[in-house]
């Protein structure tokens, strides 16, 4: 009697089908659980551009507004202007803020679908759209 | 053959205020209504005409013909003018009143009386609203939150219609003659135009034809009938001026206007949940006055950015759907504020229009049961008269977001036309300037040339401002009053 490659001589499976197999399980389950997240944090494949959209807090609302938004330049010439925008308070969300208010100071507005955005929240906005 | 000192044409606010301003003077006063007490259709159907242009009420149906005049529908919405309004603005064009707003000051605390509004609190109203809850923060910038005041007669019944209210105190005063169903037919001059020399009258039978004619000579006479029936009657008078009575310049007639409202111009959300009440609803303070915030371009803000004027008012609240939501969310987390009880709601407007030649009231050939001719009004508004409002929502958008308390959605601009209406206030026909050829009347409101002939109402303003016309038509009647004292003497 001969035994093929990966075959228990006893007649279970081999021990590297064994390994095999759970690691796909644990795999699987691993997935699930990232998806299950999602319920609580989204996850987003990455981009060029995390390091500008670290500063959204919610970027499913913030991409959903920013489909709205027209006239941009494409994503990297877009995430280029906001990083300058962005730089002096930081790639995260106080730096949004600075800017925002900064924005309305000096009406620096725009309008999304008739909504007036300060203008740092609409080009963020947009940018998570076409991430 | 009537022979008073001085003979009212037409018996609403202005009329009315008129003579009960002069009731104490030595002036037998002759006041001509055209109609009776209460609304009649016969009556009423002296006012239909025809329209061209932009959409607008029919013109026997924004304006009422019976003693207290248009007081009779009104809202009781009060707001004196600001003082811009009465200065020559180089982005208005045709603008300046002959005199500054403080010429007027002096008669506003007896025309607030008569319109029954309460003490006078308006832009200092905002200490005796404390405790009902926080103005809307703002901040800094072109618009502030501006008050309005309501007429108010007993209890709680709105506002004050002044056929109704001082029809007692018109006939307890000795020198004071109303006399109802009495249309002035015709203003005649005398031969070198320079006075009036009689005015001719007739009565409507039951049926809404001719029925008596009388004639009157007074003499002074005040034109008070509305600022499209003042327009009507001197243009109708054309046996001595072709073109009719102070038409030389062809200006009467013209600079017609109105306050448009259009609504839902705008979604207002407060992030920190709903507004304090009375920027929705009237609401009475204990001490009697109703008031209403409304939101107003300060007048540096008008100066700076040449906008017209406006008063933005909350309508109700409204349901924000998934893009506002995700606006409102967007915009809370980045400015650094909790959005979770925003708030929204829609706003609506009264605008003032920029003055404009072309928008104008003709005669037709059509005539009335009296053979006065009928009005064609042409109607129109331009982009500007849009543009510069839309100027005054977005500062206010942007100091929601600078002051962090909300922020604004600007409805389309074609949306606005199908949701407007019109404020019912007839302006400008017998509009006032020194110069004759710029006005029909000059600064004491007597029309050019004439002598003893004068205008009263807001057919003579020669820009309109947003606020509502009664409380400030009233004032400047009284000024008339003062002036025909003198001229009496």
């Known amino acids: 009697m001969t035994f093929s490659k990966g075959q228990n001589p006893q007649g279970g499976p081999s021990r590297r089908t064994l390994i095999t197999s759970v690691a796909a399980a ?18 987003y494949v990455p981009t060029p551009y995390d390091d500008v ?17 027209t006239g941009t330049p494409a994503p990297t010439a877009l995430a280029a202007r906001l990083r300058a925008i962005l730089k002096p308070d930081g790639l995260n969300p106080n730096g949004l803020t600075a800017a925002a208010k900064a924005d309305a100071a000096a009406g620096r507005i725009i309008a999304v679908d008739g909504w007036l955005l300060p203008e740092s929240v609409a080009l963020l906005s947009a940018l998570a759209a076409r991430a | ?138 901040g800094d910038g072109g618009v502030y939150t501006s008050w309005f005041q309501f007429s108010k007669t007993r209890d709680s019944e709105l506002p004050t219609y002044f056929g109704h209210r001082y029809q007692d105190e018109l006939k307890r005063a000795s020198r004071v003659t109303p006399l109802l169903n009495a249309n002035v037919t015709a203003i005649r001059l005398s031969p070198d135009a320079r006075r009036v020399e009689r005015l001719d009258a007739a009565t409507l039978d039951s049926q809404g034809g001719a029925d008596k004619t009388f004639t009157v000579k007074p003499r002074i006479t005040v034109l008070a009938c509305g600022g499209m029936e003042n327009a009507r009657l001197l ?39 709903p507004l304090a009440p009375y920027y929705g609803n009237n609401l009475a303070l204990a001490n009697g006055p109703v008031l209403r915030a409304t939101l107003s371009p300060t007048h540096a803000f008008r100066r700076t950015r ?15 759907d998934d893009t506002g939501k995700a606006a409102v969310i967007t915009t809370a987390i980045a400015l650094g504020v909790d959005a979770s009880n925003a708030k929204a709601y829609s706003l609506g407007c009264g605008m003032e229009l920029l003055p404009d030649p072309e928008r104008r009231l003709r005669l037709t050939g059509e005539k009335d049961a009296l053979g006065l001719p009928r009005l064609q009004l042409t109607m129109r508004m331009a982009e500007t008269d849009f543009a510069l409002y839309h100027d005054t929502l977005r500062e206010l958008g942007r100091q929601l977001l600078a002051s962090r308390t909300g922020m604004l959605r600007i409805t389309r601009r074609e949306n606005w036309s199908g949701n407007m209406d019109w404020g019912n206030h007839h ?58 004292k003198k001229v009496a003497a």
């Open chain 1, 26 to 43: 644990g795999a699987a389950v691993a997935a699930g659980l990232y998806r299950f997240t999602d319920l609580f944090v989204k996850h």
């Open chain 1, 53 to 69: 959209l670290a500063a959204l807090l919610d970027r499913e609302h913030a991409a959903k507004l920013g489909a709205l938004v």
């Open chain 2, 1 to 138: 053959m009537l022979e008073p000192d001085l003979a009212i044409i037409g018996g609403g606010p202005a009329g009315i205020s008129l003579a009960l301003a002069l009731a104490s003077t030595r002036l037998n006063i002759l006041l001509l209504e055209s109609g009776g007490l209460n609304f009649d259709p016969q009556n009423q159907k002296m006012y239909a005409g025809t329209e061209s242009g932009l959409g607008y009420i029919a013109l026997d149906a924004g304006r009422l013909r019976f003693l207290g005049g248009s007081t009779n529908h009104w809202g009781g919405w009060c707001r004196p003018l600001d003082a811009i309004d009465f200065e020559a603005r180089d982005w208005v064009p045709h603008s300046g009143w002959p005199f500054p707003k403080k010429a007027l000051e002096a008669y506003y605390p007896r025309a607030q009386a008569l319109v029954e509004a309460g003490p006078w609190l308006y832009d200092k109203a905002d200490a005796n609203v404390a405790a009902l809850g926080a103005l809307l923060p703002l």
């Open chain 2, 235 to 273: 243009l109708a008078s054309n046996d001595v001026m072709a073109k009719g009575i102070g038409n030389q310049n062809d200006l009467v007639g013209r600079f017609f206007a109105d306050n448009p409202i259009p609504r839902d111009v705008a979604t207002l959300v407060s992030f920190a949940g």
């Open chain 2, 306 to 320: 040449q906008v017209a004027g406006s008063l933005t008012t909350v309508e109700q609240p409204v349901e924000m």
């Open chain 2, 427 to 484: 302006l400008g026909t017998t509009r006032m300037h020194d110069d004759p050829k710029q006005g029909v009347v000059n600064a004491d409101s007597q029309v050019h040339g004439v002598g003893n002939l004068y205008v009263a109402g807001s057919s003579v303003f020669p820009t309109y401002g947003a606020s509502n016309p009664t409380l400030n038509l009233i004032a400047l009647t009284l000024r008339l009053a003062d002036h025909l």
